[in-house]
């Protein structure tokens, strides 16, 4: 048998706009991209294309409902016996899936990256390492207006009234209490270079000792 221990599955949540993908970046970038499968909950959407337009924008894309974590929890499974997944891409624009998927082969570290995956069961037990970052509303809101602009072609006006209606009543009911299920709460989002530190320490150490136990005589 090839491998014997399954990968490092590290799940990394809090609000919109915290600086999750900052601190992931960190992550990667610190414990090197080519040992580390990531994966986006974002990118599970659920495919809306047989939806109209118009009935598409009215879809609470902040509930649990919205995204195919069934999908997730079965690619997370898969990565962790090895095999490789194929991950979804998706159109922000347009509401709905590419056809084009992002091959993910197995890693040793796997990442997992979203506001509502310590709030979701089926997701946070499959995860070693539990992270929340930590960051307050109103930085999170300016985050959010800056993001939709420009990467997904909203208006100020679209973004508050969802922030409003779904992103802040979200956060408070689901977000937010999922904070206790942490081992980790990083404060100040991707700012904290002292708990990202600690954090990619711990990572590469676990690594290690998983290494030198699959090196040790039998």
Not at 118 to 133: G, T
Not at 135 to 145: F, G, P, Q, W
Not at 146 to 155: F, S
Not at 186 to 203: K, Y
Request: glycine share 6%.
């Amino acid at each position: 048998m090839e491998h014997e221990d399954k990968p490092i599955t590290i799940g990394i949540a809090g609000g919109t706009g915290s600086g999750k993908t900052t601190v992931s970046n960190a992550i990667l970038d610190s414990v090197g991209r080519g040992n580390i499968a990531y994966l986006a909950h974002d990118s599970y959407y659920k495919d809306l294309r047989g939806l109209p337009r118009e009935q598409r924008r009215k879809v609470n894309f902040d509930h649990p409902n919205s995204l195919d974590t069934d999908l997730m929890a079965t690619h997370i499974d898969s990565l962790r016996a090895w095999e490789s997944v194929e991950i979804p891409i998706y159109d922000f624009r347009l509401h709905e899936r590419m056809d084009e998927t992002e091959r993910c082969g197995a890693k040793s570290v796997i990442l997992v990256e979203g506001i509502l995956i310590l709030a979701l069961p089926q997701l946070r037990n499959l995860f070693d390492i539990k992270i929340f970052v930590d960051t307050d509303a109103d930085v999170r809101l300016i985050r959010r207006i800056r993001r939709d602009i420009t990467e997904r072609g909203r208006t100020v006006e679209s973004v508050i009234n969802q922030y409003m209606e779904t992103v802040r009543p979200m956060h408070l009911e689901f977000v937010e209490p999922s904070k206790r299920y942490a081992d980790v709460i990083v404060p100040q989002g991707g700012h904290n270079a002292i708990a990202i530190d600690m954090i990619t320490d711990r990572i590469r150490n676990m690594m290690q000792g998983r290494q030198n136990q699959g090196q040790a005589p039998r």
